[in-house]
Protein backbone atom coordinates (compact mmCIF):
# COMPACT_ATOMS: atom_id res chain seq x y z
CA UNK A 1 0.00 0.00 0.00
CA UNK A 2 1.26 3.24 -0.74
CA UNK A 3 1.31 6.37 1.62
CA UNK A 4 -0.95 8.84 0.88
CA UNK A 5 1.83 11.77 1.50
CA UNK A 6 5.08 12.00 -0.67
CA UNK A 7 8.18 10.44 -0.01
CA UNK A 8 9.86 13.63 0.34
CA UNK A 9 8.71 16.62 3.07
CA UNK A 10 7.10 19.59 1.30
CA UNK A 11 9.43 22.83 2.30
CA UNK A 12 9.60 24.61 5.39
CA UNK A 13 8.98 23.22 9.06
CA UNK A 14 8.51 19.20 7.73
CA UNK A 15 12.09 19.71 6.43
CA UNK A 16 14.96 18.44 9.09
CA UNK A 17 17.16 21.94 8.13
CA UNK A 18 14.33 24.50 9.15
CA UNK A 19 14.88 23.78 12.73
CA UNK A 20 18.31 25.22 13.84
CA UNK A 21 18.59 25.76 17.53
CA UNK A 22 21.76 24.26 18.75
CA UNK A 23 20.04 23.65 21.99
CA UNK A 24 17.60 21.24 21.26
CA UNK A 25 17.97 17.55 21.74
CA UNK A 26 17.21 14.25 23.92
CA UNK A 27 18.46 15.76 26.77
CA UNK A 28 17.55 19.35 26.89
CA UNK A 29 13.53 17.44 26.21
CA UNK A 30 14.40 14.47 29.10
CA UNK A 31 15.93 17.52 31.37
CA UNK A 32 13.06 19.57 30.75
CA UNK A 33 10.54 16.77 31.43
CA UNK A 34 11.87 16.22 34.50
CA UNK A 35 11.43 19.28 35.64
CA UNK A 36 8.03 19.62 34.39
CA UNK A 37 6.51 16.35 35.49
CA UNK A 38 7.96 17.21 39.23
CA UNK A 39 5.71 20.21 38.73
CA UNK A 40 2.78 18.95 37.78
CA UNK A 41 2.64 15.90 39.58
CA UNK A 42 2.52 18.50 42.80
CA UNK A 43 0.02 19.99 40.74
CA UNK A 44 -2.18 16.63 40.05
CA UNK A 45 -2.07 15.39 43.46
CA UNK A 46 -3.44 18.57 45.17
CA UNK A 47 -5.56 18.72 42.40
CA UNK A 48 -7.25 15.74 43.30
CA UNK A 49 -7.35 16.15 46.70
CA UNK A 50 -8.95 19.02 46.61
CA UNK A 51 -11.66 17.36 44.39
CA UNK A 52 -11.76 15.29 47.63
CA UNK A 53 -11.90 18.09 49.98
CA UNK A 54 -15.15 18.92 48.96
CA UNK A 55 -16.50 16.01 49.98
CA UNK A 56 -18.29 15.31 46.72
CA UNK A 57 -20.43 12.25 47.94
CA UNK A 58 -21.59 14.16 50.81
CA UNK A 59 -25.03 15.82 50.89
CA UNK A 60 -25.34 18.09 47.79
CA UNK A 61 -21.85 18.88 47.85
CA UNK A 62 -20.76 17.62 44.42
CA UNK A 63 -20.19 20.24 41.07
CA UNK A 64 -19.72 17.12 38.67
CA UNK A 65 -22.48 14.73 38.77
CA UNK A 66 -21.91 12.07 41.06
CA UNK A 67 -22.98 9.17 38.13
CA UNK A 68 -19.83 10.72 36.19
CA UNK A 69 -17.50 10.99 38.78
CA UNK A 70 -14.31 8.49 40.05
CA UNK A 71 -14.67 6.38 42.94
CA UNK A 72 -13.42 8.52 45.86
CA UNK A 73 -9.80 8.28 45.79
CA UNK A 74 -9.41 9.11 49.73
CA UNK A 75 -10.27 6.13 52.07
CA UNK A 76 -11.31 8.71 54.45
CA UNK A 77 -12.76 11.67 55.41
CA UNK A 78 -11.16 15.27 54.57
CA UNK A 79 -9.65 15.92 58.26
CA UNK A 80 -9.96 19.05 60.02
CA UNK A 81 -5.72 18.65 61.21
CA UNK A 82 -3.86 20.84 60.49
CA UNK A 83 -5.89 23.51 60.27
CA UNK A 84 -3.67 25.06 57.35
CA UNK A 85 -4.40 22.00 55.39
CA UNK A 86 -6.13 22.90 52.40
CA UNK A 87 -4.58 26.64 52.46
CA UNK A 88 -1.22 24.32 51.82
CA UNK A 89 -2.22 21.86 49.34
CA UNK A 90 -4.24 24.69 47.21
CA UNK A 91 -1.90 27.38 47.77
CA UNK A 92 0.78 24.78 46.19
CA UNK A 93 -2.06 23.65 43.51
CA UNK A 94 -2.22 27.01 42.03
CA UNK A 95 1.39 28.91 42.78
CA UNK A 96 3.08 25.25 40.98
CA UNK A 97 0.30 25.31 38.70
CA UNK A 98 1.17 29.27 37.49
CA UNK A 99 5.17 28.49 38.12
CA UNK A 100 4.84 25.02 35.65
CA UNK A 101 3.76 27.38 32.80
CA UNK A 102 7.35 28.12 31.65
CA UNK A 103 8.80 24.79 32.04
CA UNK A 104 5.58 23.61 29.87
CA UNK A 105 6.29 25.79 27.61
CA UNK A 106 9.78 25.40 27.36
CA UNK A 107 9.60 21.33 26.73
CA UNK A 108 7.01 22.25 24.02
CA UNK A 109 9.49 24.52 22.30
CA UNK A 110 12.16 21.69 22.77
CA UNK A 111 9.81 19.26 20.91
CA UNK A 112 8.50 21.31 18.20
CA UNK A 113 10.28 19.74 15.36
CA UNK A 114 8.57 16.37 16.11
CA UNK A 115 4.44 17.98 15.04
CA UNK A 116 6.00 18.16 11.69
CA UNK A 117 7.78 15.18 11.61
CA UNK A 118 7.97 13.25 8.08
CA UNK A 119 6.64 11.04 6.92
CA UNK A 120 3.23 12.34 9.21
CA UNK A 121 2.56 8.64 10.65
CA UNK A 122 5.81 5.16 9.97
CA UNK A 123 3.82 2.93 11.70
CA UNK A 124 0.43 1.95 13.57
CA UNK A 125 2.48 2.67 16.94
CA UNK A 126 4.03 6.02 15.73
CA UNK A 127 0.24 6.94 14.66
CA UNK A 128 -1.36 5.89 18.03
CA UNK A 129 1.52 7.58 19.95
CA UNK A 130 0.84 10.68 17.64
CA UNK A 131 -3.16 10.91 19.01
CA UNK A 132 -1.96 10.05 22.63
CA UNK A 133 0.82 13.11 22.36
CA UNK A 134 -2.23 15.51 20.89
CA UNK A 135 -4.40 14.73 24.05
CA UNK A 136 -1.69 14.84 26.22
CA UNK A 137 -0.58 18.21 24.99
CA UNK A 138 -4.33 19.10 24.45
CA UNK A 139 -5.01 18.32 28.02
CA UNK A 140 -1.85 20.04 29.54
CA UNK A 141 -2.46 23.41 27.57
CA UNK A 142 -6.20 23.09 28.50
CA UNK A 143 -5.68 22.61 32.18
CA UNK A 144 -3.35 25.45 32.68
CA UNK A 145 -5.33 28.00 30.56
CA UNK A 146 -8.17 27.28 32.09
CA UNK A 147 -6.85 27.37 35.58
CA UNK A 148 -4.91 30.65 35.13
CA UNK A 149 -8.12 32.31 33.90
CA UNK A 150 -10.35 30.97 36.89
CA UNK A 151 -7.52 31.85 39.66
CA UNK A 152 -7.93 35.35 38.02
CA UNK A 153 -12.04 35.30 37.72
CA UNK A 154 -12.25 35.47 34.44
CA UNK A 155 -14.46 33.53 32.33
CA UNK A 156 -14.04 33.86 28.48
CA UNK A 157 -15.86 30.41 28.12
CA UNK A 158 -18.93 29.10 28.55
CA UNK A 159 -18.64 25.72 30.41
CA UNK A 160 -18.61 24.99 33.75
CA UNK A 161 -14.80 25.61 35.13
CA UNK A 162 -15.02 22.95 38.01
CA UNK A 163 -16.75 19.89 35.61
CA UNK A 164 -14.24 20.61 32.68
CA UNK A 165 -11.24 21.55 34.77
CA UNK A 166 -12.04 18.31 36.00
CA UNK A 167 -12.63 16.01 33.32
CA UNK A 168 -9.36 17.35 31.71
CA UNK A 169 -7.21 16.46 34.50
CA UNK A 170 -8.52 13.18 34.29
CA UNK A 171 -7.43 13.20 30.84
CA UNK A 172 -4.47 14.89 31.65
CA UNK A 173 -2.96 12.27 34.21
CA UNK A 174 -3.93 9.14 32.41
CA UNK A 175 -2.11 10.74 29.29
CA UNK A 176 0.87 11.60 30.55
CA UNK A 177 1.10 8.38 32.81
CA UNK A 178 1.42 6.85 29.55
CA UNK A 179 3.69 9.55 28.01
CA UNK A 180 6.14 8.80 30.89
CA UNK A 181 6.26 4.96 30.60
CA UNK A 182 6.84 5.30 26.89
CA UNK A 183 9.37 7.66 26.90
CA UNK A 184 11.15 6.46 29.97
CA UNK A 185 13.68 4.56 27.64
CA UNK A 186 14.51 7.35 26.20
CA UNK A 187 15.01 9.60 28.94
CA UNK A 188 17.34 6.87 30.53
CA UNK A 189 19.00 6.80 27.29
CA UNK A 190 19.78 10.23 26.98
CA UNK A 191 20.97 10.62 31.06
CA UNK A 192 23.16 7.51 30.15
CA UNK A 193 24.57 9.14 26.75
CA UNK A 194 25.49 12.86 28.56
CA UNK A 195 24.60 12.38 32.10
CA UNK A 196 21.67 13.82 34.06
CA UNK A 197 23.34 17.09 35.06
CA UNK A 198 26.82 17.29 33.20
CA UNK A 199 25.15 19.40 30.25
CA UNK A 200 24.49 22.16 32.77
CA UNK A 201 28.42 22.57 33.44
CA UNK A 202 28.61 23.65 29.45
CA UNK A 203 29.28 27.70 29.45
CA UNK A 204 28.44 29.40 26.26
CA UNK A 205 31.49 29.01 24.15
CA UNK A 206 31.83 25.17 25.47
CA UNK A 207 28.15 24.64 24.23
CA UNK A 208 27.89 22.01 21.61
CA UNK A 209 24.64 20.50 19.82
CA UNK A 210 23.77 17.20 20.81
CA UNK A 211 24.56 14.59 17.58
CA UNK A 212 21.97 14.67 15.12
CA UNK A 213 19.79 11.90 14.88
CA UNK A 214 17.13 11.59 12.28
CA UNK A 215 14.94 8.95 13.65
CA UNK A 216 14.81 11.26 17.18
CA UNK A 217 13.78 13.96 15.29
CA UNK A 218 14.58 16.61 17.93
CA UNK A 219 18.69 17.42 17.85
CA UNK A 220 18.79 19.35 14.37
CA UNK A 221 20.65 18.74 11.34
CA UNK A 222 22.30 21.94 10.82
CA UNK A 223 22.86 23.71 14.30
CA UNK A 224 23.16 27.78 14.26
CA UNK A 225 25.84 28.73 16.37
CA UNK A 226 24.85 28.90 20.05
CA UNK A 227 23.87 32.28 21.90
CA UNK A 228 22.92 30.27 24.72
CA UNK A 229 24.25 28.31 26.75
CA UNK A 230 22.14 24.97 27.89
CA UNK A 231 22.00 26.05 31.60
CA UNK A 232 21.07 29.75 30.40
CA UNK A 233 18.05 28.45 28.80
CA UNK A 234 17.32 26.73 31.69
CA UNK A 235 18.14 29.91 34.03
CA UNK A 236 15.52 31.74 32.22
CA UNK A 237 13.31 29.05 32.61
CA UNK A 238 13.43 28.59 36.17
CA UNK A 239 13.94 32.36 36.79
CA UNK A 240 10.73 32.60 34.86
CA UNK A 241 8.87 30.41 36.89
CA UNK A 242 10.87 31.90 40.42
CA UNK A 243 9.86 35.35 39.10
CA UNK A 244 6.00 34.15 38.93
CA UNK A 245 6.01 32.61 42.22
CA UNK A 246 7.01 36.29 43.87
CA UNK A 247 4.22 37.75 41.91
CA UNK A 248 1.64 35.42 42.47
CA UNK A 249 2.44 33.29 45.82
CA UNK A 250 2.58 36.13 48.98
CA UNK A 251 -1.57 35.91 48.15
CA UNK A 252 -0.99 32.48 49.76
CA UNK A 253 1.70 32.11 51.92
CA UNK A 254 0.56 35.76 53.38
CA UNK A 255 2.75 38.40 55.46
CA UNK A 256 4.90 40.75 53.76
CA UNK A 257 5.15 38.44 50.94
CA UNK A 258 1.13 39.72 50.12
CA UNK A 259 2.58 43.15 49.37
CA UNK A 260 5.40 41.84 47.53
CA UNK A 261 2.92 39.20 45.07
CA UNK A 262 2.54 42.66 42.13
CA UNK A 263 0.20 40.80 40.07
CA UNK A 264 -1.88 38.43 42.37
CA UNK A 265 -5.45 38.48 41.75
CA UNK A 266 -6.21 38.96 46.12
CA UNK A 267 -3.93 41.35 47.32
CA UNK A 268 -5.50 42.88 49.93
CA UNK A 269 -4.88 41.27 53.48
CA UNK A 270 -8.78 39.90 53.86
CA UNK A 271 -10.10 39.32 50.72
CA UNK A 272 -14.02 39.33 50.53
CA UNK A 273 -14.58 36.16 48.10
CA UNK A 274 -18.40 36.89 46.96
CA UNK A 275 -19.76 40.51 47.96
CA UNK A 276 -23.33 40.12 49.59
CA UNK A 277 -24.54 41.77 46.51
CA UNK A 278 -23.13 39.23 44.28
CA UNK A 279 -24.95 37.00 46.46
CA UNK A 280 -28.17 38.56 46.68
CA UNK A 281 -28.06 38.98 49.88
CA UNK A 282 -30.19 42.24 51.46
CA UNK A 283 -30.29 44.21 54.49
CA UNK A 284 -33.82 42.71 55.28
CA UNK A 285 -32.81 39.71 55.41
CA UNK A 286 -30.23 39.73 57.87
CA UNK A 287 -32.35 42.14 59.82
CA UNK A 288 -33.90 41.68 63.26
CA UNK A 289 -35.91 39.04 61.47
CA UNK A 290 -33.10 36.33 60.85
CA UNK A 291 -33.63 33.39 62.63
CA UNK A 292 -31.30 30.30 62.42
CA UNK A 293 -33.17 27.56 62.01
CA UNK A 294 -31.54 23.92 63.24
CA UNK A 295 -33.46 20.96 62.55
CA UNK A 296 -32.83 17.12 63.41
CA UNK A 297 -35.01 13.90 63.08
CA UNK A 298 -38.08 16.80 61.69
CA UNK A 299 -37.84 18.86 64.69
CA UNK A 300 -37.00 22.69 64.39
CA UNK A 301 -35.26 25.33 66.60
CA UNK A 302 -35.08 28.73 65.91
CA UNK A 303 -32.39 30.70 67.29
CA UNK A 304 -32.05 34.48 67.39
CA UNK A 305 -29.14 35.96 66.85
CA UNK A 306 -29.23 37.32 70.81
CA UNK A 307 -29.73 34.19 71.20
CA UNK A 308 -26.67 32.43 69.37
CA UNK A 309 -24.47 35.67 71.37
CA UNK A 310 -25.22 34.16 74.59
CA UNK A 311 -24.15 30.89 74.32
CA UNK A 312 -20.89 29.89 75.25
CA UNK A 313 -18.25 31.63 72.34
CA UNK A 314 -15.13 30.33 71.41
CA UNK A 315 -12.40 32.42 69.67
CA UNK A 316 -10.04 30.52 66.69
CA UNK A 317 -7.28 31.87 64.82
CA UNK A 318 -7.62 29.51 61.31
CA UNK A 319 -7.19 30.31 57.85
CA UNK A 320 -9.84 30.08 55.02
CA UNK A 321 -8.33 29.22 51.70
CA UNK A 322 -10.36 29.96 48.53
CA UNK A 323 -9.75 27.41 46.12
CA UNK A 324 -8.63 30.20 43.88
CA UNK A 325 -5.34 29.99 45.90
CA UNK A 326 -5.01 33.10 48.51
CA UNK A 327 -5.52 32.36 51.56
CA UNK A 328 -5.75 34.64 54.97
CA UNK A 329 -6.02 33.65 58.58
CA UNK A 330 -8.17 35.83 60.69
CA UNK A 331 -9.51 35.65 64.37
CA UNK A 332 -13.09 34.09 64.83
CA UNK A 333 -14.95 34.18 67.59
CA UNK A 334 -18.78 32.34 68.01
CA UNK A 335 -20.63 29.08 68.73
CA UNK A 336 -18.92 25.70 68.00
CA UNK A 337 -21.03 23.67 65.79
CA UNK A 338 -20.92 20.86 68.57
CA UNK A 339 -22.75 23.08 70.56
CA UNK A 340 -25.60 23.72 68.22
CA UNK A 341 -26.01 20.40 67.05
CA UNK A 342 -26.68 19.83 71.03
CA UNK A 343 -28.87 22.37 71.01
CA UNK A 344 -31.02 20.77 67.77
CA UNK A 345 -30.98 17.34 69.51
CA UNK A 346 -28.48 15.56 67.96
CA UNK A 347 -25.42 13.89 68.87
CA UNK A 348 -22.10 15.97 68.23
CA UNK A 349 -19.80 13.21 68.24
CA UNK A 350 -21.78 11.71 65.18
CA UNK A 351 -23.31 13.85 62.90
CA UNK A 352 -23.18 15.57 59.44
CA UNK A 353 -25.02 19.29 58.99
CA UNK A 354 -26.21 20.27 55.73
CA UNK A 355 -25.61 23.94 56.11
CA UNK A 356 -28.02 26.07 54.14
CA UNK A 357 -27.64 30.06 52.86
CA UNK A 358 -29.78 32.64 52.83
CA UNK A 359 -28.28 32.75 49.35
CA UNK A 360 -31.36 33.00 46.81
CA UNK A 361 -29.27 30.95 44.16
CA UNK A 362 -25.97 29.26 43.47
CA UNK A 363 -24.82 25.57 43.36
CA UNK A 364 -22.41 26.63 46.85
CA UNK A 365 -25.36 28.08 48.78
CA UNK A 366 -25.60 24.43 50.49
CA UNK A 367 -22.32 22.87 51.91
CA UNK A 368 -22.48 19.34 53.68
CA UNK A 369 -20.04 19.04 56.35
CA UNK A 370 -18.39 15.55 57.77
CA UNK A 371 -18.94 14.48 61.20
CA UNK A 372 -15.19 15.09 61.97
CA UNK A 373 -15.84 18.72 60.86
CA UNK A 374 -19.10 19.03 63.12
CA UNK A 375 -17.04 17.55 66.18
CA UNK A 376 -13.98 19.36 65.81
CA UNK A 377 -13.88 21.99 68.84
CA UNK A 378 -12.42 24.77 66.67
CA UNK A 379 -15.11 24.66 63.98
CA UNK A 380 -17.71 27.56 64.49
CA UNK A 381 -20.56 29.11 63.10
CA UNK A 382 -18.78 32.52 64.01
CA UNK A 383 -20.70 35.77 64.77
CA UNK A 384 -17.63 37.98 64.72
CA UNK A 385 -13.83 38.45 63.33
CA UNK A 386 -10.92 40.04 64.64
CA UNK A 387 -13.32 41.10 67.60
CA UNK A 388 -15.95 43.00 65.94
CA UNK A 389 -19.31 41.88 64.11
CA UNK A 390 -18.83 40.17 61.08
CA UNK A 391 -19.54 42.38 57.92
CA UNK A 392 -22.28 41.77 55.51
CA UNK A 393 -19.66 40.77 52.90
CA UNK A 394 -18.12 38.36 55.23
CA UNK A 395 -21.33 36.84 56.08
CA UNK A 396 -23.02 38.68 58.69
CA UNK A 397 -25.46 37.41 60.75
CA UNK A 398 -22.99 34.41 61.36
CA UNK A 399 -20.94 32.47 58.89
CA UNK A 400 -19.36 28.64 59.42
CA UNK A 401 -15.68 28.33 59.66
CA UNK A 402 -14.20 25.07 59.41
CA UNK A 403 -10.05 23.97 59.97
CA UNK A 404 -9.08 22.76 56.51
CA UNK A 405 -12.44 23.30 54.74
CA UNK A 406 -12.29 24.37 51.60
CA UNK A 407 -13.15 28.54 51.22
CA UNK A 408 -16.93 28.80 49.81
CA UNK A 409 -17.80 25.44 51.71
CA UNK A 410 -17.62 27.72 55.17
CA UNK A 411 -21.24 29.15 54.18
CA UNK A 412 -22.10 32.70 55.08
CA UNK A 413 -24.64 34.38 55.58
CA UNK A 414 -25.89 31.17 57.23
CA UNK A 415 -29.73 30.24 57.50
CA UNK A 416 -30.96 26.86 58.35
CA UNK A 417 -28.40 23.64 59.68
CA UNK A 418 -29.57 20.34 59.15
CA UNK A 419 -28.13 17.79 61.81
CA UNK A 420 -28.35 13.76 60.26
CA UNK B 1 3.36 -7.81 15.75
CA UNK B 2 6.63 -6.05 16.49
CA UNK B 3 7.31 -5.61 12.81
CA UNK B 4 3.96 -4.81 11.39
CA UNK B 5 2.75 -2.52 14.43
CA UNK B 6 5.90 -0.75 15.19
CA UNK B 7 6.03 -1.49 19.08
CA UNK B 8 5.64 -3.93 21.58
CA UNK B 9 2.25 -5.27 22.37
CA UNK B 10 2.18 -3.77 26.01
CA UNK B 11 2.65 -0.59 23.82
CA UNK B 12 -0.48 -1.02 22.08
CA UNK B 13 -2.43 -2.21 25.26
CA UNK B 14 -1.24 1.20 26.93
CA UNK B 15 -2.56 3.01 24.08
CA UNK B 16 -5.97 1.47 24.05
CA UNK B 17 -6.33 1.87 28.36
CA UNK B 18 -5.73 5.69 27.20
CA UNK B 19 -8.06 5.79 24.40
CA UNK B 20 -10.73 4.31 26.52
CA UNK B 21 -10.12 6.38 29.36
CA UNK B 22 -10.41 9.55 27.15
CA UNK B 23 -13.95 7.95 25.37
CA UNK B 24 -15.11 7.39 28.81
CA UNK B 25 -14.43 11.30 29.77
CA UNK B 26 -15.59 12.55 26.25
CA UNK B 27 -19.16 10.96 27.35
CA UNK B 28 -19.61 12.43 30.57
CA UNK B 29 -18.33 15.71 28.59
CA UNK B 30 -21.18 15.15 26.62
CA UNK B 31 -23.60 15.40 29.19
CA UNK B 32 -21.76 18.32 30.45
CA UNK B 33 -22.65 22.46 29.84
CA UNK B 34 -21.43 23.78 26.88
CA UNK B 35 -19.67 20.23 25.76
CA UNK B 36 -19.12 21.81 22.35
CA UNK B 37 -17.31 24.73 23.67
CA UNK B 38 -14.65 22.60 25.99
CA UNK B 39 -13.68 20.60 22.79
CA UNK B 40 -13.35 24.06 21.02
CA UNK B 41 -10.96 25.53 23.78
CA UNK B 42 -8.79 22.16 23.61
CA UNK B 43 -8.38 22.37 20.11
CA UNK B 44 -8.13 25.96 20.07
CA UNK B 45 -5.07 25.30 22.99
CA UNK B 46 -3.68 23.04 20.71
CA UNK B 47 -3.87 24.62 17.42
CA UNK B 48 -2.91 27.84 19.63
CA UNK B 49 -0.04 26.95 21.79
CA UNK B 50 1.67 25.07 18.53
CA UNK B 51 0.83 27.22 15.48
CA UNK B 52 0.25 31.03 16.67
CA UNK B 53 2.22 31.14 20.04
CA UNK B 54 5.38 29.30 19.45
CA UNK B 55 5.53 30.86 15.34
CA UNK B 56 5.20 34.26 16.99
CA UNK B 57 7.98 34.76 19.83
CA UNK B 58 10.48 32.34 17.82
CA UNK B 59 9.78 34.70 15.07
CA UNK B 60 10.39 37.21 17.44
CA UNK B 61 13.60 36.16 18.60
CA UNK B 62 15.19 35.63 15.50
CA UNK B 63 14.64 39.49 14.54
CA UNK B 64 16.03 40.46 17.85
CA UNK B 65 19.00 37.92 17.09
CA UNK B 66 19.27 39.97 13.69
CA UNK B 67 18.99 43.20 15.28
CA UNK B 68 21.58 43.30 17.36
CA UNK B 69 24.96 40.63 17.92
CA UNK B 70 24.99 37.42 18.89
CA UNK B 71 26.62 38.22 21.95
CA UNK B 72 24.53 40.88 23.35
CA UNK B 73 20.62 39.40 22.35
CA UNK B 74 20.96 37.91 26.02
CA UNK B 75 20.03 41.21 27.53
CA UNK B 76 17.31 41.91 25.41
CA UNK B 77 16.17 38.40 25.57
CA UNK B 78 16.07 37.59 29.33
CA UNK B 79 13.88 40.97 30.18
CA UNK B 80 11.55 40.45 27.35
CA UNK B 81 10.98 36.89 27.61
CA UNK B 82 10.14 37.33 32.04
CA UNK B 83 7.82 40.33 30.91
CA UNK B 84 6.08 38.75 28.16
CA UNK B 85 5.61 35.64 30.44
CA UNK B 86 3.75 37.71 32.97
CA UNK B 87 1.84 39.38 30.58
CA UNK B 88 0.81 35.66 29.33
CA UNK B 89 0.06 34.69 32.74
CA UNK B 90 -1.45 37.92 34.16
CA UNK B 91 -3.35 39.28 30.75
CA UNK B 92 -6.88 39.22 32.56
CA UNK B 93 -6.10 41.82 34.69
CA UNK B 94 -3.46 43.89 33.25
CA UNK B 95 -5.44 44.03 29.91
CA UNK B 96 -8.29 44.97 31.62
CA UNK B 97 -10.23 41.86 30.47
CA UNK B 98 -11.68 40.59 33.61
CA UNK B 99 -12.68 43.41 35.12
CA UNK B 100 -16.43 42.50 35.05
CA UNK B 101 -16.45 39.55 36.75
CA UNK B 102 -13.80 40.22 38.92
CA UNK B 103 -15.99 43.40 40.48
CA UNK B 104 -19.49 41.40 40.07
CA UNK B 105 -17.80 38.40 42.76
CA UNK B 106 -15.36 40.56 44.71
CA UNK B 107 -17.08 44.22 45.08
CA UNK B 108 -14.11 46.08 43.48
CA UNK B 109 -12.86 46.21 39.66
CA UNK B 110 -8.58 44.54 40.12
CA UNK B 111 -6.62 48.15 40.13
CA UNK B 112 -3.09 49.10 38.94
CA UNK B 113 -1.87 45.74 37.81
CA UNK B 114 -0.82 47.16 33.79
CA UNK B 115 1.00 49.70 36.16
CA UNK B 116 2.77 47.50 37.93
CA UNK B 117 3.63 45.05 35.08
CA UNK B 118 5.04 47.74 33.13
CA UNK B 119 7.10 48.70 36.82
CA UNK B 120 8.32 44.64 37.12
CA UNK B 121 9.02 45.05 33.44
CA UNK B 122 11.01 48.74 33.60
CA UNK B 123 12.73 46.81 36.77
CA UNK B 124 13.98 43.64 34.71
CA UNK B 125 15.15 45.53 31.77
CA UNK B 126 17.05 47.90 34.13
CA UNK B 127 18.90 45.08 35.71
CA UNK B 128 19.94 44.00 32.11
CA UNK B 129 21.33 47.20 31.40
CA UNK B 130 22.72 47.13 34.52
CA UNK B 131 24.31 43.76 33.87
CA UNK B 132 25.38 45.02 30.29
CA UNK B 133 26.93 48.16 31.38
CA UNK B 134 29.20 46.09 34.30
CA UNK B 135 30.30 43.59 31.71
CA UNK B 136 31.40 46.18 29.42
CA UNK B 137 33.14 48.06 32.10
CA UNK B 138 34.82 44.79 33.15
CA UNK B 139 35.83 44.06 29.54
CA UNK B 140 37.13 47.38 28.78
CA UNK B 141 39.37 47.33 32.15
CA UNK B 142 40.83 43.64 31.05
CA UNK B 143 41.92 45.03 27.37
Known sequence: ???????????????????????????????????????????????????????????????????????????????????????????????????????LLAKLWSVIPRLFAWPPVASPAQALERIAIALLVGSALFQFATGVLNAQIYYPFKFNFVVAHYYGAIVFTASLLLHVLVKLPTIRHAYRERGVLQPLRANLASTEPEPYDPDGGLAPEHPDKPTLSRRGLLGLTAGG?????????????GGPLRKLSLLAPRREGFPVNKTAKAAEITAEMTGDGWRLELIHDGRKTRLTRADLAGMEQRRESLPIACVEGWSTTQSWSG???????????????????????????????????????????????????????????????????????????????VARMTFS | ?????????????????????????????????????????????????????????????????????????????????????????????????????FARVAGTPPEGYAERWLLVTAVLFGVSALIYLARAAAAARAS
Open chain 1, 241 to 253: GALVAVMLGGQSI
Open chain 2, 1 to 101: MKRRYGASPLHLILHVALFAAFAWVALQIADARAASNIVLWFLAALVLHDLVLLPFYTGIDRAAKRLTSAARVNYLRVPAALSALLLLLFFPPILGRNEGS
Open chain 1, 1 to 103: MRAPWPADPPPGPFRGTFWRSPLRGPWLTAFLGTLLLALTSVVILTGFLSHAAYEPDLGRNAIVPRDGDLPGLLPFDWPTSPSWLYAFTQGLHVTVGFVAVPF
Open chain 1, 335 to 413: VRLADLAKAAGADPENVTCLVESLQPAGVLRTATLNGGQVRDDRSLLALQVNGADLSLDHGYPARIIVPALPGVHNTKW
